[in-house]
């Protein structure tokens, strides 16, 4: 699939020395060049690649704006996903283990086969409003 982020991906493969995208941070700007994104965008491809992210999955990335905001995106929608951010700032309700199970339960009525549970060892946390807006 060629898109606009596959486009844009392949445009930072020239001139690598050039400063591509800055962050100001303590009334400094900080600039990374455009051969730092790209390894940048290859590793979050290899690590969707590597959890079997196809075309039309949602991927769902919860931080900040960033350099890594940015890359992880291009990566995303390079393979054809779907990008569904969720900002720290964002209301979350926190999951416990009844709810995990509430969730996973509506989660295979929803996706059926199509339907994958990673293993994730931390704080399980979830945007109420926003997930029920995508159902």
């Known amino acids: ?3 606009l982020a596959k486009r844009f991906q392949n445009t930072i493969i ?3 020395r050039m400063k591509i995208l800055g962050v100001k941070k303590n009334k400094k700007w900080n600039w990374i060049n455009r051969k730092k994104m790209n390894n940048k965008i290859n590793f979050a491809l290899d690590k969707l690649k590597d959890n079997n992210i196809n075309k039309g999955d949602r991927v769902i990335y919860k931080g900040d704006n960033s350099v ?5 995106n291009l ?3 390079s393979l054809g996903a779907i990008w ?5 700032n964002q209301k979350d309700e926190y999951l416990d283990k009844s709810r995990i199970e509430i969730e996973k339960k509506k989660a295979t009525e929803l996706f059926g086969k199509h ?3 990673l293993p994730f060892d931390g704080k399980h946390v979830v945007n ?3 997930i029920n807006d995508l159902i």
């Open 14 to 16: 020239k001139n690598e």
């Open 128 to 130: 109420v409003d926003y």
């Open 84 to 88: 569904v951010p969720i900002y720290n």
């Open 68 to 72: 890594n905001w940015v890359a992880w």
């Open 115 to 117: 339907l994958e549970v």
């Open 75 to 77: 990566a995303v929608n």
């Open 1 to 3: 699939m060629y898109n």
